[in-house]
T-cell receptor, first 114, second 111 residues
């Protein structure tokens, strides 16, 4: 099992450009999440999904959109990138079986917006 | 709004000594997670604590949860250099178990 994978690993954008980050998981997990991590801070939740075709806003959703067309994939889009979106983005997934809801994280995407 | 506070934010540890990291949170939850992050890397799950009084141990690390006090601790016994990393606690809330993270504690173990 590859677990949670993220594409790309690094990206540099100019202000106003758009891009999509792809998250894929092969663990058949129902829940998926997108977080951002800024220097010296913990992760903050951007959007999440509790199943195929459903998404919801997290703590810092502005400037981002998401889609979950397939259970194994969760896409994060930036329509018009801003320097404030320079960050490291982590995707995570979790199962609904059991009670732990433990989240498994991908390797991260480092995004720089100039 | 849920607040999760960790202290200290930075801890310089001497090898062989014991230390404790504290994680306080502001609203009721019975799901508390501890993660480790090495520089430039992703998060590695250390402990999942799901009930009041839960205690888990792995090697030199031991985590506990007091849901009444809204406090979790991560105790380090006889620190070694390999434990140098940033440690995060996170509180799970809601049916989707959304995580709210603390700001992290950077541990540095010196000889």
């Amino acid at each position: 099992n590859a677990g949670v994978t993220q594409t790309p690993k690094f990206r540099v954008l100019k202000t106003g450009q758009s891009m999509t980050l792809l998250c894929a998981q092969d663990m058949n997990h129902e829940y998926m999440y997108w977080y951002r991590q800024d220097p010296g801070m913990g992760l903050r939740l951007i959007h999440y999904s509790v199943g195929e075709g459903t998404t919801a806003k997290g703590e810092v959703p502005d400037g981002y959109n998401v889609s979950r067309l397939k259970k194994q994939n969760f896409l994060l889009g930036l329509e018009s990138a801003a320097p404030s979106q320079t960050s490291v983005y982590f995707c995570a997934s979790s199962t609904t079986s059991g009670s732990s809801y433990e989240q498994y994280f991908g390797p991260g995407t480092r995004l720089t917006v100039t | 709004e849920l607040k999760v506070e960790q202290n200290p934010l930075f801890l310089s540890m001497q090898e062989g000594k014991n230390y404790t990291i504290y994680c306080n949170y502001s609203t009721t939850s019975d799901r508390l997670y501890w993660y480790r992050q090495d520089p430039g890397k992703s998060l590695e799950s250390l402990f999942v604590l799901l009930s009041n009084g839960a205690v888990k141990q792995e090697g030199r690390l031991m985590a506990s949860l007091d849901t009444k006090a809204r406090l979790s601790t991560l105790h380090i016994t006889a620190a070694v250099h390999d434990l140098s990393a940033t440690y995060f606690c996170a509180v799970g809330t809601g049916t989707a178990s959304k995580l709210t993270f603390g700001t992290g504690t950077r541990l540095q173990v010196t000889l």
